[in-house]
């Protein structure tokens, strides 16, 4: 709980305390001391649909950023076009202080802005060690002429597999670096995903629900991972989640969607108390007492579907 007197509106997280967002205010479009991507005016619309719809949001260098809101609120179409892999209708972002909007996805992975996503890309028939090999950018071996060479990039691939080897250890991944990937657990492939992401080395590493369908054993991990590409790298991180323990547990900030809009963001104690982020998980009016009509159309809902489970002929209820 807060101290007497503390401001519920300012960063509480656990980067927070003394930290860049330890003064921020709890508002939607709040400028940040230092932030390593800045998104204005982006919408996409799918048909009559608008997916996403984001005036303003910066992301802070070196703190731990969640996304949350209910399903189809545009989360991962916000990561999708964030990152090269959908294009815009409108609007422009920065990464680093380079306008990357329009950029290949593997351009911008080159820059330093690396995703995984909801379900796992991993290359099944290949080893997990050869997996974590393709993720090393910009080397001289994948080149058409330098490749009929092996003498220009070999000890560039010896580098890249100490490398891999030196992650999936971290990873508690080395006793699998000969398997194929597709053998992997669901929650070994989200730990091989967030590793291969690695190898690229990015300054800031988007995670799309990392923990989901992950056993509870590995989630602890999985976390642990997160929290360390933080306190040891000093890496930011931004992660779609849905399970807001997990939320509380590692983010030093928030950001809210619903319909595709930004409708909250600030430290996690803010969020949680904020009612219009209640109402958009739960509904305006999930709390309020529901008047006679009402209940009397519910009763009849309920007592319809349970004389047609018991009468599957179709007769008509007496």
Same mark, same amino acid.
């Given at each position: 709980?807060?101290?007497?007197?503390?401001?519920?509106?300012?960063?509480?997280?656990?980067?927070?305390?003394?930290?860049?967002?330890?003064?921020? &205010?709890?508002?939607?479009?709040?400028?940040?001391? $230092?932030?390593?991507?800045?998104?204005?005016?982006?919408?996409?619309?799918?048909?009559?649909?608008?997916?996403?719809?984001?005036?303003?949001?910066?992301?802070?260098?070196?703190?731990?950023? &969640?996304?949350?809101?209910?399903?189809?609120?545009?989360?991962?179409?916000?990561?999708?076009?964030?990152?090269?892999?959908?294009?815009?209708?409108?609007?422009?972002?920065?990464?680093?202080?380079?306008?990357?909007?329009?950029?290949?996805?593997?351009?911008?992975? #080159? #820059?330093?802005?690396?995703?995984?996503?909801?379900?796992?890309?991993?290359?099944?028939?290949?080893?997990?060690?050869?997996?974590?090999?393709?993720?090393?950018?910009?080397?001289?071996?994948?080149?058409?002429?330098?490749?009929?060479?092996?003498?220009?990039?070999?000890?560039?691939? #010896?580098?890249?597999?100490?490398?891999?080897?030196?992650?999936?250890?971290?990873?508690?991944?080395?006793?699998?670096?000969?398997?194929?990937?597709?053998?992997?657990?669901?929650?070994?492939?989200?730990?091989?995903?967030?590793?291969?992401?690695?190898?690229?080395?990015?300054?800031?590493?988007?995670?799309?629900?990392?923990?989901?369908?992950?056993?509870?054993?590995?989630?602890?991990?999985?976390?642990?991972?997160?929290?360390?590409?933080?306190?040891?790298?000093?890496?930011?991180?931004?992660?779609?989640?849905? $399970?807001?323990?997990?939320?509380?547990?590692?983010?030093?900030?928030?950001?809210?969607?619903?319909? %595709?809009?930004?409708?909250?963001?600030?430290?996690?104690?803010?969020? %949680?108390?904020?009612?219009?982020?209640?109402?958009?998980?739960? %509904?305006?009016?999930?709390?309020?007492?529901?008047?006679?009509?009402?209940?009397?159309?519910?009763?009849?809902?309920?007592?319809?579907?349970?004389? &047609?489970?018991?009468?599957?002929?179709?007769?008509?209820?007496?």
């Amino acid at each position: 709980m807060p101290a007497d007197g503390a401001d519920p509106n300012v960063g509480d997280g656990p980067a927070a305390s003394g930290g860049p967002l330890a003064r921020v &205010a709890a508002e939607v479009g709040v400028a940040k001391p $230092d932030p390593i991507l800045v998104v204005d005016g982006v919408t996409r619309r799918f048909g009559g649909l608008t997916a996403v719809d984001v005036d303003h949001l910066e992301i802070q260098r070196g703190a731990i950023t &969640a996304l949350i809101g209910p399903n189809g609120a545009g989360k991962t179409t916000l990561f999708n076009l964030l990152t090269g892999f959908d294009a815009p209708d409108h609007g422009r972002w920065k990464f680093d202080g380079t306008d990357v909007a329009g950029v290949p996805a593997y351009k911008v992975a #080159r #820059r330093g802005m690396v995703r995984t996503f909801q379900l796992t890309k991993s290359l099944a028939k290949l080893s997990v060690l050869e997996n974590m090999k393709l993720g090393a950018t910009d080397q001289r071996g994948e080149r058409f002429l330098p490749a009929l060479l092996p003498f220009l990039w070999k000890s560039e691939e #010896r580098a890249i597999e100490d490398r891999a080897d030196e992650l999936l250890t971290r990873f508690k991944l080395h006793d699998k670096r000969g398997d194929f990937a597709g053998s992997l657990s669901g929650g070994q492939r989200k730990l091989l995903e967030m590793a291969r992401a690695l190898m690229a080395e990015p300054a800031m590493v988007m995670l799309d629900e990392p923990m989901a369908g992950v056993n509870p054993a590995l989630t602890q991990s999985l976390l642990q991972h997160v929290k360390s590409l933080r306190d040891n790298e000093g890496r930011t991180v931004v992660f779609v989640e849905h $399970d807001m323990d997990v939320v509380y547990d590692i983010s030093d900030w928030v950001v809210v969607m619903a319909a %595709g809009r930004i409708i909250a963001e600030g430290p996690p104690r803010a969020i %949680g108390a904020n009612q219009e982020v209640i109402d958009a998980y739960l %509904g305006t009016h999930h709390d309020a007492p529901l008047s006679v009509e009402e209940e009397d159309e519910v009763l009849s809902d309920i007592e319809s579907e349970l004389w &047609a489970e018991r009468t599957p002929g179709g007769a008509e209820q007496p």
